[in-house]
């Protein structure tokens, strides 16, 4: 492949990667002042390595997963996951709920590890599943180490897309969130993702900065707010700081 065609795949790619809900082809060949033809021939070279995925539905194209299954490599140069692992089955155990590990990849989270405890609610949520930070708790926590104008950025040019009834979609209202996700160093997801689920997250960090986001979640009617409030935040929070302070750079 020519310079100049690499080029011109990653600006394909990083185009896509600023709009995970997907754009259509001449909204890509518009927004990158290609040819469609040239889009198009370049959509189709990465197609069949699922490096990127087309809605059989709207038509639009998105990133694939072949970029999770890259960055979970990465992930493992960096041992959050390896490290994380260690406390996934204590914490679970502890607090009687399903515990997930999850990063932010590009503007999407996305969830690689989770430990469900042997009796209970099965959650409707698979590995590899993908969520925008602003409906989810491990999300907010990602938002939570920007900036204001950071964040915006990240929605610049695009709505808040609703999940739920309860699912943040004023961005003025999720700043004020993630001011609040800030200053008590958790956050709090009430059926934004998923209807009849909470969730409640707590940063890992390294150097400082927000690598991974360590969740507990679980049904509304095991999950109550007192449950959360007495016995969840605390261990969640003491964990990651003990997983966060394992974490060798």
């Given at each position: 492949?020519?310079?100049?065609?690499?080029?011109?795949?990653?600006?394909?790619?990083?185009?896509?990667?600023?709009?995970?809900?997907?754009?259509?082809?001449?909204?890509?060949?518009?927004?990158?002042?290609?040819?469609?033809?040239?889009?198009?021939?370049?959509?189709?070279?990465?197609?069949?390595?699922?490096?990127?995925?087309?809605?059989?539905?709207?038509?639009?194209?998105?990133?694939?997963?072949?970029?999770?299954?890259?960055?979970?490599?990465?992930?493992?140069?960096?041992?959050?996951?390896?490290?994380?692992?260690?406390?996934?089955?204590?914490?679970?155990?502890?607090?009687?709920?399903?515990?997930?590990l999850s990063i932010?990849?590009g503007r999407v989270?996305?969830?690689?590890?989770?430990?469900?405890?042997?009796?209970?609610?099965?959650?409707?949520?698979?590995?590899?599943?993908?969520?925008?930070?602003?409906?989810?708790?491990?999300?907010?926590?990602?938002?939570?180490?920007?900036?204001?104008?950071?964040?915006?950025?990240?929605?610049?040019?695009?709505?808040?897309?609703?999940?739920?009834?309860?699912?943040?979609?004023?961005?003025?209202?999720?700043?004020?969130?993630?001011?609040?996700?800030?200053?008590?160093?958790?956050?709090?997801?009430?059926?934004?993702?998923?209807?009849?689920?909470?969730?409640?997250?707590?940063?890992?960090?390294?150097?400082?900065?927000?690598?991974?986001?360590?969740?507990?979640?679980?049904?509304?009617?095991?999950?109550?707010?007192?449950?959360?409030?007495?016995?969840l935040i605390g261990?969640?929070?003491?964990?990651?700081?003990?997983?966060?302070?394992?974490?060798?750079?």
């Amino acid at each position: 492949m020519k310079l100049s065609s690499v080029h011109k795949t990653l600006q394909v790619i990083e185009a896509l990667e600023k709009h995970p809900e997907g754009l259509s082809l001449s909204e890509l060949s518009r927004m990158i002042d290609f040819p469609k033809s040239t889009s198009h021939h370049i959509l189709r070279t990465l197609l069949p390595y699922n490096y990127i995925h087309q809605n059989l539905d709207d038509k639009k194209y998105s990133l694939g997963f072949r970029f999770i299954e890259i960055g979970r490599n990465i992930l493992k140069n960096i041992d959050v996951r390896q490290v994380a692992n260690n406390y996934l089955d204590k914490l679970c155990k502890e607090a009687k709920e399903t515990v997930h590990l999850s990063i932010l990849q590009g503007r999407v989270v996305v969830f690689l590890e989770r430990i469900s405890p042997p009796e209970g609610f099965s959650l409707p949520i698979n590995i590899d599943i993908t969520a925008e930070p602003h409906t989810c708790a491990g999300g907010k926590i990602f938002l939570s180490g920007l900036s204001p104008e950071e964040i915006k950025g990240v929605y610049r040019g695009r709505s808040l897309k609703k999940i739920t009834n309860k699912t943040i979609t004023n961005k003025s209202r999720l700043l004020e969130e993630i001011e609040t996700v800030r200053k008590q160093g958790y956050a709090l997801d009430d059926e934004e993702f998923y209807e009849g689920l909470r969730c409640v997250a707590a940063p890992i960090k390294a150097d400082g900065k927000i690598v991974a986001a360590l969740s507990i979640s679980g049904p509304t009617f095991s999950m109550t707010m007192e449950k959360i409030n007495k016995i969840l935040i605390g261990l969640l929070v003491e964990t990651a700081k003990e997983i966060s302070s394992k974490i060798d750079f």
